[in-house]
């Protein structure tokens, strides 16, 4: 009887061992998902991109200040759309930041919990709208308005276009600096008040520094969203790539131009059809340049408690 019992256990053992092992194997698989996909879109950037460099020199690539792919004679210079790209994400910052901040800071140290149970439902949920309505509000609605306060400002144009954007990323930033300060232990807030600090000294001179490394991450993310942005700067940007950073003229960004060419605008297998490729490593790379910084600054300011 003793022998039989231990049997049994070791036999139970051995059946939970191979169902654990089962469980790691498909989590493995699972996460294996994410890298292969991410790895086959860079091997696929590259190899057509390479293609692409056999025909137009890198140098002038990267130089060249005009971006004609469509005409008879094509000039392929990334730097209209690389500057089209950076001004809208720039006006965008210039709306999200403070403004996401300011949420952040009201949600996470003066909105009581049923204030705060209602408004970042909301916030989340401006989150969620579809980019293409964010981008036809642009047009139908923002740059009418601005054209009434500026009549010389055009139909379509980066400011519209980066206002918008601005709005569209704000939720992105409120609520994870948001989640940010509120990991800040309140030890440190009851401190500031033991010191006679208000809540909005206490709230900006110790509970956002203590967090600024979440929110610096925060940003990190707008900007990332901010320059991968498609469908706003689309439709309310134009479609002229323009070698400006003037944020009152229409101008077309990297993504823009990978989403016209991929309409059909450009026969499959060309030198103008393999140039989205080009774009598109273009953008990742820029991408990827403030992911690294974002990685950087979390580094050197993140606090442990």
Do not use: C
């Amino acid at each position: 009887m003793h022998t039989t019992t231990v049997s049994e256990r070791l036999s139970r053992k051995l059946s939970r061992n191979v169902r654990e092992r089962a469980i790691e194997l498909v989590l493995f698989l699972a996460a294996s998902v994410s890298v292969l996909t991410t790895i086959g879109i860079i091997w696929i950037l590259i190899f057509e991109s390479y293609h692409f460099f056999e025909h137009v020199p890198v140098w002038d690539f990267l130089t060249d200040t005009m971006w004609t792919p469509l005409f008879s004679t094509p000039r392929y210079g990334i730097l209209p759309l690389l500057l089209g790209t950076v001004t809208t994400s720039l006006v965008a910052l210039a709306v999200a930041v403070p403004l996401g901040t300011v949420i952040a800071i009201y949600i996470s140290e003066f909105a009581s919990p049923r204030v705060r149970e209602i408004v970042k439902p909301f916030l989340e949920l401006l989150g969620g709208v579809p980019t293409i309505v964010y981008g036809y509000f642009a047009l139908t609605v923002v740059s009418p308005v601005l054209q009434y306060f500026f009549p010389s400002l055009p139909g379509f144009s980066m400011l519209a276009a980066g206002l918008v954007m601005g709005i569209a990323i704000v939720p992105y930033i409120s609520s994870l600096s948001e989640d940010a300060m509120r990991a800040v232990p309140m030890s440190l807030r009851e401190g500031a008040y033991a010191m006679g600090s208000t809540r909005f000294q206490t709230a900006v001179r110790v509970v956002l520094p203590a967090a600024i490394s979440g929110v610096l991450s925060a940003y990190i993310l707008g900007i990332s969203r901010a320059v991968g942005e498609t469908m706003i700067v689309a439709v309310a940007a134009g479609m002229q790539p323009n070698f400006t950073m003037d944020p009152t003229q229409p101008a077309q960004t990297i993504s823009a131009y990978i989403v016209q060419v991929a309409m059909g605008d450009l026969p499959h297998g060309s030198i103008g059809y393999q140039s989205i490729f080009a774009a598109g490593l273009s953008l990742m790379l820029l991408t990827l340049f403030f992911n690294i910084m974002g990685h950087l600054i979390r580094r050197r300011y993140r606090e442990a408690y």
